[in-house]
């Protein structure tokens, strides 16, 4: 069965072209009708399904960690809650599938599941791999008793993808974390062409989220100065996908100076948001999209973005915050900072990747002096629900729950054995869920 692996030709002419104008006139853009316009087996936003009789139990896991081994990877240990268990499902250099050719990637980062009709599920990687086109997205498929039955590309050819977000629709939007950074859009089951989607900005991409009662798409941006973005889709049918060949990118306005307090948030529009970013193209340089809007509100290295039940949280690694924009009224208000919130010691370091559960849980992990996944919340004390022992040369990265919110997923980046990394793909099961 035949998939397709890369989103780009091998030319670099033809990714500087692309830049140029060429989705301006609608060439290799993608549109409603390139996965079709149902959402049968699609990740519905990444809610997990099935949840309404049961509720959340990971506040109740506060306070019972405890030290299990990781099944498959006998180097590690890790601290876990009570009743859970913890398995590695794939290694950088290892087939995670004897009957797949796919050698798991390196550096895996960002990351979402998608349920699939049979009962299974697929789990997205990113690979954060710097080299020029040496980066990309594996999936690793699961059955419907979570077994992995296949790992396989489905986006090759792209530079340093960090984070990304899934779609209500069923793809995974995969972000380039360098200056001249687009946002693809990758099929999680392999079958069709990761596309590039400029209109939602050339800069340091970092995550997206979608907003699908609004029909937005947000976007952080990995620098110290960086810009908080609204995509705002020219066609995005209400319960249908949105066509991300043409909107408006908008940056975010925050009114008043005291973070600590509920803000205003008023979006402008950027003027140019694909910029040329270097002269080699001989077309100049323009102005970065995150300068366009002198207004704009700067966050210190913009990271996780996560859209539940009408709110959108995002991470800021360069103060330790997390933050909470409220679509509804269109207000900015911070969800944990480190250094005001003395009921969590020690505080999280470089808070980076984030997801949320069905029950509203916000799950962060830490790319800092631990391996730790932190819950926080506007009424939880924060406490640790993962802490990965022996990797402090790694991070932890793409906290994803499975459809059915009873398996939670995430990497270690660098895994760290000896002399060199290798990332890892763990699975902890558990009773997230109780019974109502």
């Known amino acids: 069965m035949k998939r397709f ?24 853009a993608v549109g409603p009708g390139l996965w079709g316009t149902t959402t049968q087996g699609s990740p519905r936003a990444a809610v997990p399904l099935g949840m309404r009789p049961r509720v959340s139990n990971i506040p109740n896991l506060a306070g019972t960690l405890h030290e299990v081994p990781v099944a498959n990877d006998p180097q590690t240990r890790m601290l876990v809650p009570r009743g859970f268990t913890v398995r590695q499902v794939a290694r950088t250099g290892e087939r995670p599938v004897p009957t797949s050719d796919y050698v798991w990637h390196a550096d895996p980062d960002g990351g979402a599941t998608f349920a699939m009709d049979d009962g299974g599920w697929v789990y997205v990687s990113n690979a954060e ?62 079958q069709q062409l990761a596309v590039p989607a400029p209109a939602l900005g050339v800069f340091k991409h970092e995550a997206a989220a979608v907003d699908p009662v609004h029909r937005h798409i947000y976007l952080t941006e990995d620098v110290p100065d960086g810009n908080f973005y609204r995509f705002v889709p020219d066609r995005y049918p ?22 600590q307090a509920t803000r205003p948030v008023e ?37 996780g973005c996560w859209w539940h039940d009408g709110m959108v949280y995002f991470t800021t690694k360069g103060d330790n ?73 790694s991070e932890i990265c793409g906290p994803a729950f499975s459809p059915d919110g009873e398996r939670l997923y995430f990497s270690s980046q660098n895994g760290w054995a000896g002399d060199h990394s290798d990332g890892r793909i763990y699975e902890l099961r558990g009773p997230f869920f109780i019974e109502a």
Not at 16 to 24: C, E, I, K, V
Not at 361 to 368: F, K, M, P, S, T
Request: proline share 7%; with cysteine.
């Open 5 to 28: 692996r890369t989103a780009l030709p091998a030319d670099p002419h033809r990714r500087r072209l692309l830049r140029d104008g060429l989705f301006a006139a609608g060439v290799l």
């Open 238 to 259: 209400a319960g249908g996908r949105a066509d991300l060949r043409s909107g408006r990118l908008e940056v975010a306005v925050v009114t008043g100076d005291d973070p």
């Open 129 to 190: 791999v710097s080299g020029w086109r040496q980066g990309g997205v594996g999936a690793l498929r699961f059955d419907a008793d979570g077994e992995v039955v296949d790992a396989y590309p489905i986006c090759t050819g792209t530079t340093n993808n960090c984070a990304g977000g899934p779609t209500p629709w069923g793809t995974w939007l995969t972000c380039e974390e360098i200056d001249e950074g687009l946002v693809y859009e990758c099929d999680p089951s392999g």
């Open 267 to 303: 979006w402008r529009e950027v003027p140019n948001p694909t910029p040329r970013l270097h002269a080699g193209n001989g077309m100049g340089v323009d102005v970065p999209t995150r300068h366009q809007v002198p207004e704009a509100e700067a966050f210190d290295g913009g990271e």
């Open 321 to 393: 915050r997390v933050w909470a924009l409220d679509t509804r009224r269109n207000t900015l208000d911070l969800v944990y900072d480190k250094h005001s919130d003395r009921a969590f010691n020690p505080g999280i370091d470089d808070v980076d990747n984030l997801t949320v559960s069905a029950g509203g849980d916000i799950l962060v992990a830490e790319d800092g002096s631990e391996m730790r996944l932190v819950v926080v919340g506007p009424d939880v004390r924060p406490f640790e629900l993962v802490n990965v022992i022996g990797q402090r040369e």
